[in-house]
């Protein structure tokens, strides 16, 4: 099974601020990485696939890079809504597997 | 608009069964393949199973082989999940979850990348004595 390691595990950022986060694969994966954001007691939400790609509708102070084993989401300037937990997802090969996740705080 | 709407979850003991349905509307529901994904409670998220489009390809995670079975029925629009000889450990929210169709711009085609797109509300199962 490929297993997915996010860090860090949590953040505490300011309105306004440059956040970025890390998954990183245990074997290569391409390009088949997605991002998710969820907010307490409600259902995930995709913001990015295939590595870059955003989602319909997801800001675009959010971004994606990396390629193989390492990847990175990007939130260019934090807002208010942004706090949440976000998930990395590898599609590359069954089990498909998630990240530990990263919860984002209000410092 | 996408919905998927999951029910069928409930307090069940240790060795019961339980079968989840998940409705969808909104969109050709044959044209994508489903999943089920879990999250049990305070914890991050876990696959469970997938089904193609057709129903003819099913994949499940090690922790339910053998004891879980997803199925589709495309003439009600709606995805199943039975779920045999539970276990405490299954205690979960149960979200199922619409596989992801991309325009791919070289070739013309729609094509998946395993991202999910459409997630339902979830629904509770909670496995105790």
Known sequence: DIQMTQSPSSLSASVGD?????CRA????????????????????????KTSSLHSGVPSRFSGSGSGTDFTLT?????????ATYYCQQSYS????FGGGTKVEIK | EVQLVE???GLVQPGGSLRLSCAASGFTFTTYEMNWVRQAPGKGLEWVSY???????????DSVKGR??????????????QMNSLRVEDTAVYYCARGALFYDPSTGDLVTTGAFDSWGQGTLVTVSS
Do not use: C, M
């Open chain 1, 18 to 22: 440059r956040v970025s986060i890390t």
């Open chain 2, 68 to 81: 879980f079975a997803i199925s589709r029925d495309n003439a009600k629009n709606s995805l199943y999940l």
């Open chain 2, 7 to 9: 029910s069928g979850g």
């Open chain 1, 26 to 49: 245990s074997q290569s994966i391409g390009s088949y990485l997605s991002w998710y954001q969820q907010k307490p007691g409600k259902a995930p939400k995709l913001l990015i696939y």
């Open chain 1, 94 to 97: 069954t089990p498909l597997t």
């Open chain 1, 75 to 83: 939130i260019s300037s934090l807002q208010p809504v942004d706090f």
């Open chain 2, 51 to 61: 089904i193609s489009s057709s129903g003819a390809d099913t994949f499940s995670a």
